[in-house]
């Protein structure tokens, strides 16, 4: 009976964050981190619109899809909308908070391309470098045409892996979370995430075969954390220092980087995904996303942690065209050339995941010119869209596996664009 009493009591308490959440800690007034405040009409955001939005992802909540999101909307610099819902640990029942920390897994992959193009912008990178100049054990990739991982079938790479390729993965590079084949399970052999060391990173998977033969087609994959190798051998640093210097530091991000100290652990959120009877239950981290300290490497595709509002004040220094808060980290033309199609000269110019999506130098892009916007999401159900022509910063965040289960990107884009005036 009163493990019963205790049930009821739990539910009755997380059904009550759900709703309690809406009304969260007050925002920073208007000048203060991460951005000023502003009504939603001053920045000709509609409140029906916004009441709709709050009902579409209580409502997930509610369901029990997603254990709990924080959502951020921002136009022309403001903040008009910051919200959190259900719980950040379904086992704990702690609430989800604005400071929340989590992973968000494949958006490292658009700081990773902001730190390349900078690098870029210095003259110590080219587009159109191969990548064998920095990482020498690619120097003759081999293609997997056939056979099997026991047996492959190769043949040489008639072209060299570039820069350019590694951030619109059309390099011939593979995922092993991806659809499984025999490519799959070779690179699931070399244990990739559980390198020590971006060195050994690189050193698993130089021995791997290509999936395709270089700038041929797009293939989601380990670019980035190739680029994480690159950008250490070309700046004379670790990943991370680099990273640091260059554009947390300047940007004032306070919690983002690939562990979280102990000191702030328990702002984690815990990854959630539906049990057996389809309860949410904790999942273990993947990709080795490791929290800890000294575990796993740099991974500049998948392993950072953030907060968002530490992404917000990233994504809208992109927004602004490179800068905010007087700290320029690109030129408005490189902005303006991450978000370009990099696929418009292929015979399929969209990426594997959309068919109405290309990919740009880091980005996922809408081809509909009436938006221009673009961004990217993570493996663990996490999402941004930066639009300057709106001049729309949108994110959700969750912790929830497998990526998007439930289709909560696309209702969510849909109801921030309704919502504009």
């Not at 992802?57 to 910051?82: C, M």
């Not at 942690?305 to 602004?320: H, P, V």
């Amino acid at each position: 009976m009163f493990r019963s009493l205790r049930c009821a009591l739990r539910l009755c308490v997380l059904g009550a964050l759900c709703t309690a959440c809406l009304c969260a800690a007050p925002a920073p007034a208007a000048g203060r981190w991460p951005l000023a405040e502003a009504s939603p009409a001053a920045c000709r955001v509609s409140d029906v619109g916004l009441d709709r939005l709050h009902t579409l992802l209580r409502d997930s909540v509610g369901r029990g899809d997603h254990a709990g999101f924080v959502t951020v909307f921002a136009r022309d610099g403001k903040i008009v909308d910051w919200q959190t819902y259900g719980v950040r640990d379904v086992a704990a029942g702690t609430p989800m908070l604005r400071d929340t920390i989590l992973r968000i897994y494949s958006m490292s992959k658009i700081v990773t391309a902001v730190a390349v193009l900078a690098l870029i912008e210095d003259g110590k990178l080219a587009l159109e470098d191969p990548l064998a100049k920095f990482l020498p054990a690619f120097a003759a990739p081999q293609v997997m045409t056939g056979g099997t991982a026991d047996a492959p079938q190769l043949t040489t790479a008639t072209r060299s892996i570039t820069i350019r390729q590694l951030l619109s993965h059309t390099g011939g590079l593979h995922y092993d979370i991806l659809e499984p084949s025999p490519l799959t399970e070779l690179y699931q052999r070399a244990d990739l995430w559980n390198a020590p060391s971006i060195a050994e990173f690189v050193r698993r998977a130089a021995k791997l075969p290509l999936k395709t033969q270089p700038g041929t087609e797009f293939n989601y994959s380990i670019g980035a954390d190739l680029l994480g190798a690159v950008i250490e051998q070309v700046s004379g640093t670790d990943f991370e220092s680099f990273l640091r210097h260059r554009i947390f530091a300047p940007l004032k991000l306070r919690d983002t980087g690939f562990d979280v100290p102990e000191a702030k652990r328990f702002r984690l959120a815990a990854l959630s995904k539906h049990g057996s009877v389809g309860k949410l239950v904790a999942a273990d981290p993947i990709i080795g996303a490791y929290a800890e300290p000294g575990r796993g490497f740099a991974s500049g595709g998948a392993g950072l942690f953030s907060t968002a509002a530490d992404y917000l004040r990233f994504a809208q220094m992109l927004c602004n065209g490179g800068e905010l808060d007087g700290a320029r980290i690109l030129k408005s033309d490189t902005v303006k050339r991450l978000a370009v199609n990099e696929l418009a000269g292929f015979a399929k110019p969209t990426h594997q995941f959309s068919a109405s999506h290309g990919w740009g130098l880091g980005v996922e892009v809408e081809l509909d010119p009436a938006t221009a916007a673009f961004g990217w999401a993570g493996a663990a159900t996490t999402y941004v869209r930066i639009s300057p022509r709106e001049g729309t910063v949108v994110l959700l965040f969750a912790q929830h596996i497998p990526f998007n289960e439930h289709g909560i990107f696309a209702p969510f884009v849909a109801a921030t664009r309704a919502a504009l005036k």
